[in-house]
């Protein structure tokens, strides 16, 4: 049965492909927008290589306010620079990556399970510019299971939460000094200064 739904998915995607090209929809630009299909066939693949052990998961994690606090903070700083702080995705970046950064609100992400969205955050998803954040520690995965409520609370956010998160995103540096630093690395290193002529012995010898 596996193996038959591999197929299925394989073939469509395939047929998505072909008819992306045959379309002239330009399907190697990450600016092209996903033909029908394209985006659940996607989905399904990758919900179907995650181990059933990881997609049933139960999230260990209470969804106390200390730590919803904590998880918004976290998605704040590190997350909503492509997924923007209401998770709908619309960012800068979140619009032009392929496929674009989905809106995390609706049901086609509300509906994975905990283990799913655990594994997301983790390993990442392929073929997509969402990468792995695990880095091997019970502390590493404590945070991403926070997350997972985050992830949860999402379409009931609040605009006092979305405030507070605006502080906390990451500040981009003044014009000024972004251009001065583009500069600077344009010219490369700066030329190393010749050592000072040492100083002559003194007195005779």
Known sequence: MRR?????VVLAAVGVAVAAVLHGRGIAAASHRPLPFETPVARAAWRWMIPAASRDARNPVSASAEVLADARAHFADHCAT???NDGSGDSTIGRR?????PDM?????QQLTDGELFYAIEQ???WTAMPGWANGTADGERQSWALVHFVRHLPSIT?????????LNPKPPPDERRDQEIEDFLKGPAPAKPAPPGRGRSGGG
Do not use: K, Q, S, Y
Not at 4 to 8: D, I
Not at 159 to 167: I, N, S
């Open 97 to 101: 990556v392929f496929p674009r950064a």
């Open 105 to 109: 609100r609706a049901a086609a992400t």
């Open 4 to 8: 038959l739904l591999l197929l299925v």
């Open 159 to 167: 605009p006092d939460e979305l405030t507070e998160m605006e502080r």
């Open 124 to 126: 990442g998803i392929p």
């Open 82 to 84: 492509c997924h923007g």
